[in-house]
């Protein structure tokens, strides 16, 4: 059954929010600085929700590409 | 009239409304609710945002995200984390088991283990799980109901009593109206719910302290530690909140109703896409952190902080106007309880009583079989919910320390030839035992770590090692 795997760069890009939200949690969770009147930690993990999906509209891009290949291929 | 008798007739309007609008919506037509949340069906654009927001309002995160913000405070943010990456895994399995799906015509999780793995065992044991792994789930259902109706009744009517009613009503609601009515009552739901959600998230903040800003302003300078990890614990810290993302991320889409959706969706890409965009809906769930966070100075000292929200509505707001949320709130819990209900009662028959035990039960039968499942399991929860008091979030912890427990057999299954069944049984088994034992006998965390998450290391370390010394399982 194993299907194709997707493609490095889709997982690198995929791997960037793990990063950023989870992983390096001891560097950005404090209070301050304030952002928007938002405590750091906070602010933080809102602003990476929308780079996320900044991310996985990338590894989207990657993906559909090279399945239009794939399919010109053959 | 008394406030009482005001909120509780706001909430059984409510309620009322949203049945019937089931009854007339979707009686006769199959109305599938992953419809709702995959592609595109000319929805306006204000609508789309409703219902998708909307979608990530459960009785978990409304009730239970801000009563840990309360309570516990900085390790509530691992929910903005979870979702968000969770989303990201999604991208890069569901595809994949949606054209397995399409290619064996699975209906059900069981059915990939069994198609995968060629195993009736294996496909069983993963039945048993789904369905005990929905029980604390749809506990956190019956708690909030209870919640809701204790809180909007001034405490008139007392938790235990008011978590028979809901359960009552639910067991009627499943039985009346079916899941064929459930998608048109979740948009009543995730209207009211995102309605309600901007008005307190931005109201509450703004009555007692004039703002958002001035809020976190007072409660860094009053509190400092609470906004932090680990907050008002003592073990929730870092680790803790590493392993709870990654195991919680890692099974979000394990649920056995979930599961079963993807294979409904028209194409893979569209999966695909779901899980570029969902991540933004989880914004708005910081509306309800912000309310948890104003209750900490504002209504102190409270026995369970899965109260803090109506607490601080019910001080806030007129009483027509704690029956609105409440009664959003009662939706917010029946439409994924009867959900999670019906899929478990059908699991059981289906897919486990008939295959194991009565292989000669016809379709009649096994379906008079789930309907007498859907009384029994809801008076298991309902037993599970008056007898305990953890708190929401901890029971949906509960819940995922169990489903992700599937995730190593279907990455596994999916991306490596070299997997066998003995291997992915085993580390399923395994990982099962490892986080049952360390949750019920209360080591979780265990030295910091998630007990789910050690369970799912031991699994995927067994699972791979036992692969490697058995021949591969081919499908």
New interface residues.
Partial sequence: ??????SLL??LL?LI??VA???T??LW????P?I????F??AW??G???L??L???A??RV??AREKKDGERR | MSPSAISLAVILAIVGLGVAIGFLAGVRRKMNLEQWTVGGRGFGTLLMFLLMAGELYTTFSFLGASGWAYSRG?PT?YI??YI??G???S??ILP?IW??GRKYQLQTQSDFFN??YGSKHLAAFVCVVGVTVLIPYLQLQITGLGIIVNVASFDRVGRTPAMVISVVLLAAFVFASGVRAVAWISVLKDFLMVVAAFAIGIGIPYIHYG????M??AL?QAR?AH???PGATANLG?TW??ST??LTSAGLSMWPHGFGATFTAKSG?IL??N???M??Y??TL?LI?FVGFTAVLVVPGLSDGDLALLTIVRQSFPAWFLGVVGGAGALTAMVPASILILTSATLFAKNLWRPMFAPAMTDDQVAKLARAMVVVISGISLYLATHSSTTLVSLLLLSYAGVSQFFPGVVL?????RVSMPGVFAGMITGVAIAAFLTLTHRDPFFGWSAGFVGLCVNFLIAIGLSLLTPATQ?
């Fill in positions: 059954m194993p299907v194709k795997k997707p889709a997982l995929g929010p793990f939200t989870c992983f949690v001891a969770d404090r209070v301050d304030m928007l009147g938002l405590p930690n906070l993990l809102l990476w929700i929308g996320t999906s991310c996985m509209w590894a989207y993906e559909t | 900085g943010l903005l984390a968000t990456l989303y990201v895994i991208f890069f994949q054209e397995v198609v995968r703002g958002i800003g001035p976190f302003a860094a400092p906004l932090t990890m870092h909140y590493i993302v990654l890409d695909r896409r899980a570029v965009v991540p933004l989880a914004v910081a952190f299954g999916l991306y490596w030839k499908d």
